[in-house]
């Protein structure tokens, strides 16, 4: 079964740092992969996502950097804020297949 | 923007009994979903569909079925509840992978549980 390992499973960085996450992946052929983010009692919503037609994509403090090459994306948060807190899921598909899901970052910003 | 109301938002049931959660969406997408959240875990699929009519099993379908009679509406139900069924099951819709319209919609979940 594909998989999409992310990590780590919690992080906690200080407010105004940049906060990492990281993701895996096993197929060549997964073409998507989204950051979905994850507010406490909320449902996840969709952050960010990517395709390997890029290296780069950028959303405001949010960046996804993709390594096609070593099957690696993740998910950068600049000068991190106390409302970024969450829990992040990154995942992963290709055409006309379903998504493959991390198993999620709990990210706790600092302040 | 798009809705995805899931019903109810929580469910206390007995072992053995039959639960029946809800999904409704007016986003007219073809794909729904039935993921299940525990920690540790993520989001599991247990379900999904590909339009009215349709379902196909996930990565955990054992003790669920599902069912879609619209385009709006997907079930999911466990005819048999047992306590490892206690979890939060969100339902989500979306358009077809690939087709450039894949941002997955969830619904608030509810919260399950088997006692």
């Known amino acids: 079964q594909q998989q999409v390992r992310q990590s780590p499973q919690s992080l906690t960085v200080w407010e105004g740092e940049t906060a990492i996450l990281n993701c895996s992946y096993e197929d060549s052929t997964f073409d998507y992969f989204p950051w979905y983010h994850q507010f406490p009692g909320e449902s996840p919503a969709l952050l960010i996502a990517i395709r390997p037609v890029s290296n780069k994509k950028e959303d405001g403090r949010f960046t996804i950097f993709f390594n096609k090459r070593e099957k690696k994306f993740s998910l950068h948060i600049a000068d991190s804020q106390p409302g970024d807190s969450a829990t992040y899921f990154c995942?992963?598909?290709?055409?006309?297949?379903?998504?493959?899901w991390g198993s999620g970052t709990k990210l706790i910003i600092k302040p | 923007e798009a809705a995805v109301t899931q019903s109810p938002r929580n469910k206390v049931a007995v072992t053995g009994g039959k639960v029946t959660l809800s999904c409704n969406q007016t986003?007219?997408?073809?794909?729904m979903y039935w993921y299940r959240q525990d920690t540790g875990h993520g989001l599991r699929l247990i379900h999904y569909s590909y339009g009215a009519g349709s379902t196909e099993k996930g990565d955990i379908p054992d003790g669920y079925k599902a069912s879609r009679p619209s385009q709006e509406n997907f079930s999911l139900i466990l005819e048999l509840a047992t306590p490892s069924q206690t979890s939060v099951y969100f339902c989500a819709s979306g358009g077809a992978p690939g087709q450039g319209n894949e941002r997955l919609f969830f619904g608030h979940g509810t919260k399950l549980s088997v006692l």
């Open positions: 995942a992963a598909s290709y055409s006309n297949y379903q998504l493959i």
């Open positions: 986003n007219n997408h073809n794909n």
